[in-house]
């Protein structure tokens, strides 16, 4: 009995320094996650003319099960970097925003988040968001008001929790997405969270409204980022690139067919694309059940970070994010 103890407790060592050096050897260098808004899976990769994401769906990594977390745009911000919607169900702005009153019905989130813990382990994040007015701005929306906000706080997760939104270094990484092209041929952070502003991440305002367009201009967005980032030095083995959407609504394109990956949802509330670029990319359909906790569980993994609230139980994104090329 004690031998055969002893040679289990030999075997679960060996096996926690296997697994070690195989969650060690796995370690993100960067990972751009561009995030679009408010459509459903068949919009996003089948319907309009988006020929740009139709190509990368069909060459690389393509998340067919991925869903949102919640309606409308907030909860899956806050998702993605904090592990949780914190009960969120509206987009109210931050209530560390420079241009609300005191009466203003706002959110404030307590607590750690995926900035905060790459930062804790020495390593770096940024927000590069479209027509955000300066680095570290706090605006809820610009320019004007609601009806012409191309930049919208709702999409921009980090005024909303306390943490950050008190450190004025940590303000100073989000930056208007101008300040891109500079960072990626110098100092490129690890995890780069990409908005575009609303004309260009599919949602719309009245200035852009027409469908067609609205589809043209995100895919071309997506185009000249994905095509940038490939060409810079960041564009390591052991890099990655995310297009998602925050999360689905009705389709802009009644009239088009069902695709039989958008029939085996079968209609489900805020079934998503998600499309998931490698330098060694090939490509791979999954079809795990998958959502933002699982996105955040995965770059948390590969960069040897612990799992934030509902992270720690979400199904990984393995399979897609794999190095499918030799060394």
Request: charged share 15%; glycine share 6%; net charge negative.
């Given at each position: 009995m004690k031998g055969i103890f002893a040679r289990a407790v030999v075997t679960a060592i060996l096996f926690g320094i296997l697994a070690g050096s195989a969650r060690a050897a796995e370690r993100f260098d960067h990972v751009f996650v561009i995030v679009l808004e408010?459509?459903?899976?068949?919009?996003?990769?089948?319907?309009?003319?988006?020929?740009?994401?139709?190509e990368l769906a069909g060459s690389q990594g393509l998340a067919t099960n991925y869903f949102g977390?919640?309606?409308?745009?907030?909860?899956?911000?806050?998702a993605m970097i904090g592990g949780d919607d914190f009960g969120v169900r509206d987009d109210r702005p931050s209530c560390f925003s420079?241009?609300?009153?005191?009466s203003t019905a706002c959110n404030r989130i307590p607590g750690d988040s995926l900035v905060g813990q790459l930062r804790g382990a020495g390593l770096s994040f940024s927000v590069y968001a479209e027509s955000l007015p300066e680095a570290?701005?706090?605006?809820?929306?610009a320019p004007g008001g609601?009806?012409?906000?191309?930049?919208?706080?709702k999409h921009n997760p980090v005024p909303y929790f306390e943490e950050l939104a008190r450190d004025s270094a940590v303000l100073a990484l989000m930056k208007p997405f101008s300040a891109f092209a500079a960072d990626l041929s110098g100092a490129t952070p690890n995890v780069a969270l990409i908005v575009p502003n609303q004309c260009h991440d599919g949602h719309g305002l009245p200035v852009c409204r027409d469908r067609d367009q609205l589809v043209a201009d995100y895919d071309a967005f997506v185009r000249d980022t994905v095509t940038a980032i490939r060409a810079s030095k960041a564009w390591t083995r052991r890099s990655a690139i995310v297009i998602t959407f925050d999360e689905g609504a009705r389709s802009l394109y009644?009239?088009?067919?069902?695709?039989?990956?958008?029939?085996?949802?079968g209609g489900a509330d805020n079934h998503i694309a998600t499309i998931i670029v490698t330098r060694c990319g090939a490509a791979l359909q999954d079809a795990t059940r998958y959502?933002?906790?699982s996105l955040l569980a995965t770059i948390q993994d590969g960069f040897n970070l612990p799992r934030l609230r509902k992270s720690a139980q979400a199904e990984p994104m393995s399979r897609l994010f794999a190095h499918r090329c030799e060394p």
């Open positions: 408010n459509h459903g899976f068949d919009d996003a990769v089948s319907n309009g003319p988006s020929p740009f994401l139709r977390i919640a309606h409308p745009s907030l909860p899956n911000y806050l420079s241009d609300i009153s005191s570290g701005s706090l605006v809820s929306v609601p009806a012409g906000a191309l930049y919208a706080q009644p009239e088009a067919p069902v695709s039989e990956i958008a029939r085996r949802a959502d933002h906790y």
